[in-house]
């Protein structure tokens, strides 16, 4: 059983800046890809940004190119989500994933809350 917890949410003002945190508690190491996951009120869940284990695949939706990066601590078991000009928009429940591929997951944080203020 692997346990995923967020941190870093909270208010922010539209093209204002926050970092989400997510660790992973692994029983035994695994070279797992993590990602982020939001789902704004009202809508699905939608893909995020997802990093590999070793970091040489990044993905990002089109909605975060350019303002989001993602990176990871593997010592800490931990990923990282840099938000930047942040939109109201990108007002959502922001999840951390974590599995065996970058399009592949088994689990899930229980989701931080975003909200951005025009």
């Known amino acids: 059983q692997v346990q995923l917890e967020e941190s870093g949410g909270g208010l922010a003002q539209a093209g204002g800046s926050m970092r989400l945190s997510c660790k992973a508690s692994?029983?035994?190491?695994?070279?797992?890809?993590m990602g982020w996951f939001r789902q704004p009120p009202g809508k699905e869940r939608e893909f995020v940004a997802t990093?590999?284990?070793?970091?040489?695949?990044?993905v990002y939706a089109d909605s975060a190119k350019g303002r989001f990066t993602i990176s990871r601590d593997n010592a800490k078991n931990t990923v990282y989500l840099q938000m930047n000009n942040l939109k109201p928009e990108d007002t959502a429940v922001y999840y951390c994933?974590?599995?065996?591929?970058?399009?592949?997951?088994?689990?899930w944080g229980h989701g931080t809350q975003v909200t951005v203020s025009s």
């Open positions: 994933t974590t599995g065996p591929t970058t399009s592949a997951y088994d689990y």
């Open positions: 990093m590999n284990w070793r970091g040489s695949e990044i």
């Open positions: 692994f029983r035994t190491e695994r070279h797992y890809a």
